[in-house]
C-alpha cells in the first residue's frame, strides 16, 4: 500500500496534464515515501486520459463532466495511500512544493499551499480571495490564509470524514477547509507561488464566487451556527430599537409595530440559532461515542 495518493482532476487538459503527471513522478521519486499517482479525468472529450496514462498516471474516469469536486471526491474514494495531496491537472500548481506539504503532514491532518502575492493570478480572484479568507477567518475563529486553494495534503482518514459534504463544484476546497477546522482537526498552511493556468479558466466569477459565499455560510451554520445567527440577531434587534426611539424622539410618533416587529424576529432568530448549536454539539457527542 503506498504511503501517499497524489490526487490529479482533469477536465479537457490533454495539453498539460502529461508534464503536471511527469513533474509529481519526477517529485516523488526522490521522496522517502511509497506513492500513487491518481488522475480522474471528469468526462473529457479530448486526449486527457490517453496522455495521463502515457506519463505513469492510473486513470479513472468519469463517464461525464461531473464537476470538478466530484472528481477529488472519486479520488479520495478510489485513493490507497494513507496521505491524500490534490492538486490541479491545469499545470498552475508547482509539484516541487509537494514535499513541503508532506513534511507538515508529521504534525497536522491538513497542509495547504497557501497563494502568495508573487503568484501569477487575476486582480479580480485576488481581490475575491481576499475576501473568502476573511469571512471564513471570521466562522472560523482562527486565520484562513487561502480558502480556496486546491493544493494540500490531508490524512486520508479525515478526508473520507467530509467527502460525501464536500459539493460537486470548484468549491471543494472551501467546504473541506471550513469542515477539518471547525471539526476541531489541526490545520498548517505553506507558502507557495503557483503560475498562470493552460487554457482558459474554468471558473466563473459571478456564479462560482457566490457558490462560494453561500458554502461557507453552509457550513458555518452547520458547524458554529451562533457566528451567523447571532450577528444578524443583532443587527435585527438594534435596526428596530433605532427606528423606535427615532420615531419617538425626531419625529414626535409613537414607538410604531415595524420596530417592534423587528425586534420580535430578532429573539426568533436568536433562539433558532440556539437551538441549532445545541443540534450540532449532539450531533458530534453522538458521532465522538460512535467512534
Not at 7 to 35: D, K, W, Y
Not at 94 to 121: F, N, Q, T, W
Not at 142 to 161: H, M, P
Request: hydrophobic letters at 45%; proline letters at 4%; aromatic letters at 8%.
Amino acid at each position: 500500500m503506498p504511503d501517499v495518493s497524489v490526487i490529479i482532476p482533469a477536465f479537457r487538459e490533454e495539453n498539460v496534464i502529461g508534464t503536471v503527471v511527469a513533474g509529481v513522478l519526477q517529485v516523488m521519486e526522490t521522496a522517502s515515501r511509497s506513492f500513487e499517482i491518481l488522475v480522474v479525468d471528469d468526462g473529457s472529450d479530448d486526449g486527457t486520459a490517453v496522455e495521463a496514462e502515457k506519463a505513469g498516471a492510473r486513470v479513472i474516469s468519469h463517464p461525464y463532466n461531473m464537476g470538478n469536486g466530484a472528481a477529488v471526491k472519486t479520488g479520495i474514494r478510489h485513493a490507497a495511500g494513507d496521505i491524500l495531496v490534490t492538486l490541479d491537472g491545469d499545470g498552475q500548481h508547482d509539484p516541487e512544493h509537494i514535499p513541503r506539504l508532506l513534511e507538515k503532514m508529521d504534525c497536522y491532518d491538513m497542509a495547504v499551499g497557501a497563494r502568495g502575492g508573487d503568484s501569477e493570478s487575476d486582480i479580480h480572484r485576488a481581490a475575491a480571495n481576499k475576501i473568502y479568507n476573511w469571512f471564513a477567518t471570521y466562522i472560523c475563529k482562527r486565520r484562513i490564509e487561502d480558502l480556496t486553494s486546491g493544493f494540500r495534503a490531508i490524512r486520508a482518514d479525515v478526508a473520507r470524514q467530509f467527502v460525501s459534504m464536500l459539493p460537486n463544484t470548484f468549491s471543494y476546497p472551501t467546504t473541506i477547509t471550513m469542515a477539518v477546522v471547525r471539526a476541531g482537526f489541526s490545520l498548517a498552511y505553506v507558502p507557495i507561488i503557483t503560475r498562470r493556468r493552460v487554457g482558459n479558466s474554468k471558473i466563473k466569477l459571478v456564479n462560482d464566487g457566490s457558490r462560494f459565499f453561500l458554502i461557507i455560510i453552509k457550513i458555518a451554520t452547520l458547524f458554529s451556527p451562533m457566528r451567523v445567527f447571532l450577528p444578524v440577531s443583532a443587527v435585527m434587534f438594534l435596526t428596530g430599537l433605532g427606528y423606535g426611539l427615532f420615531k419617538i424622539i425626531f419625529m414626535g410618533g409613537r414607538y410604531g409595530p415595524t420596530s417592534a416587529m423587528l425586534m420580535t424576529m430578532a429573539v426568533v432568530v436568536f433562539m433558532v440559532g440556539l437551538v441549532s448549536e445545541q443540534v450540532a454539539q449532539m450531533r458530534y457527542d453522538r458521532k465522538e461515542r460512535r467512534e
